[in-house]
């Protein structure tokens, strides 16, 4: 074979081979939207508590959902905010929404609370007080987009000695969560799915290392769910310009 020729299979044999760049996703946030974080230390992921931009979304899955955004719409001007607080049950969310929520006016809120809930909160309070948040929230902003996360969990650590009870609590916690998502018209992110069927391909423990808090690997699983389930969502709604 020829320089030649050789040259011409090979620039064809990499374009077989090489990969397709992602599509990118659509832009279904308004201009310069405003998009709230809020939940427990999940969410939190030891954000900064100052204006520093490197720390001030912390390191979880809100971090990376921006990351993404922010650099592929660059010209769209979103804001970014993380309101997560560690160890926060849906009590302490109701403590601090006004200032922490409503204050902020944002035009996406991702809720993600449950966790620290379990064998805490009662069911019924649980259902009770969320609901209540998610109403002020549309009352303050009826066009306000909402996205409503599943608690989840894995047998992992600790967990594992009282695995039946514990999962059964938090599945009772979904099924709220599921039925909230469904009044207030919210995107719902089932991310326990995600790591069920992440746990295929790798330990329990290689996606959330105390059964509570995921890995880095696992916030990226959430976070790509996170992305998949609200351009799914909120595509059927127009966007404003």
Known sequence: MGLFAYVCSAVALLQIVAPTEAPKPKALFPQSARILFQGDSITDGNRGRNA???????????????AKYGATFAERNYTFLNR?????????????????TLDLK????????????????PLDKYERVYDKLLTETVTANPHIRLVLCEPFTLPVGSIKQNWESWSAEINERRKIV???????????????KVFDDACKRAPAEYWIWDGVHPTYSGHQLMADEWMRTVQ???SRRPTKK
């Open 52 to 66: 520093d931009p490197n720390h001030i979304l912390g390191h979880g899955y809100a971090f990376l959902i921006a």
């Open 84 to 100: 997560g607080v560690s160890g926060n049950r849906v009590t302490d969310l109701e403590a601090r929404w006004k200032e922490d």
């Open 106 to 121: 944002p035009d996406v809120l991702s809720v993600l609370i449950g966790v620290n809930d379990n064998s805490n909160i």
């Open 178 to 192: 599921t039925s909230l998502a469904k009044k207030h018209h919210a995107a719902l992110v089932r991310f326990q």
């Open 232 to 234: 799914d969502f909120l």
